[in-house]
């Protein structure tokens, strides 16, 4: 029987090694791209060591790459860089909320006198020492008191302007200021 490869199976004395093999399988050709292209993703979303490891490949250490769902609907900006990876995060320390329990025991005034600030209320000077000048009362980072003195401490603020002891809308005006 002759057949148009023999001339070329003469040549090659390994069959599999001179002709790819045959798939069996039979999925149409947009499922095998569709599987080619979900196994290069899966491939380039897992930071590697080897990758890691390549200079030529920087734009796999920009960060965590986004993934797209088959049920999602998809905007052109999807298919942006600055979409596709996420940069850090814009805040990455933890905001400044007071001093620890420790720190703040020491540096409270009202918890090492053993004064309650709801007593002194009345106390102008003491009240406006504790507010900004637009009328706010001072976070808990600036005051650097105890998260109860601090709760207590604001109550008598308020109490302070419902009384008219303190100004509502700005700080008192001392007379050495």
């Known amino acids: 029987m002759l057949s148009p490869f023999r001339a070329f199976s003469r040549q090659c004395s390994h069959s599999r090694a001179c002709f ?3 798939s069996r399988s039979f999925h149409s050709p947009l499922q095998n791209d569709q599987k080619k292209l979900s196994t ?3 491939e380039l979303s897992e930071p590697s060591a ?3 490891s390549n200079p030529n ?3 796999m250490q920009q960060g965590v790459r986004r993934r797209f769902d088959h049920k ?3 905007r052109p900006h999807y298919f942006s860089h600055d979409h596709r990876f996420k940069g850090p995060p814009p ?3 933890r905001p400044l909320i007071g001093p620890g329990k420790k720190q703040a025991k020491q540096q409270d005034v009202f918890y090492r006198l053993g004064v309650n600030p709801l007593h002194e209320a009345s106390n102008d000077v ?3 020492s504790f507010v900004t000048e637009m009328g706010k009362i001072k976070h808990r980072a600036e005051t650097g008191l105890t998260t109860k003195s601090q709760r207590r401490l604001g109550k008598a603020i308020r109490r302070a ?3 008219g002891v303190i100004p509502v809308l700005s700080s008192a005006r001392l007379p050495w200021n």
Do not use: H, N, R, Y
């Open 161 to 163: 302007k419902m009384m």
């Open 40 to 42: 290069i993703l899966d």
């Open 126 to 128: 003491l009240m406006s």
């Open 50 to 52: 080897s990758a890691a």
């Open 20 to 22: 790819p093999p045959v």
């Open 91 to 93: 805040f990455s320390k």
């Open 72 to 74: 999602l609907f998809i």
């Open 57 to 59: 490949a920087p734009w």
